[in-house]
């Protein structure tokens, strides 16, 4: 009989667990910064986009999981983007399509992440 409340306990947590993280943003912005760091260069500089961004764009695409997804790594790249000096927004814009990715929004200084889908 103990056994059974246990059991029926555990099970009860576990759906709330996957119910509540339904919906909700499993990427962090200390992800997509590792992920898309080797893009700098290119953001900054031209030139070449590096394999290791290309990866980087591909694991990013890959971890989408939901809109919250999406949004979070929008806002981080627009946050994270405005501290880099010399950064060009058009180049860091061609970064998906010259890796052979596609890319869920786009991001300039006045992007509303809120509404990436």
């Not at 509540?20 to 500089?45: D, K, M």
Request: include cysteine; proline fraction near 3%; glycine fraction near 6%.
């Amino acid at each position: 009989m103990a056994v059974t409340k246990v059991a029926l306990v555990a099970a009860v947590m576990a759906c709330m667990l996957i119910a509540s993280s339904h919906g909700e943003a499993t990427l962090t912005c200390e992800q997509v910064t590792v992920w898309l760091t080797p893009c700098i260069s290119y953001a900054v500089l031209g030139g070449n986009v590096s394999s290791l961004c290309c990866q980087g764009v591909h694991s990013l695409n890959a971890a989408y999981k939901n809109g919250d997804d999406r949004r979070t790594a929008c806002q981080c790249v627009k946050d994270r983007a405005a501290y880099i000096l010399g950064i060009d927004y058009d180049r860091v814009n061609q970064i998906g399509h010259k890796c052979g990715s596609n890319c869920p929004f786009k991001v300039y200084p006045s992007t509303d992440c809120s509404k990436v889908k």
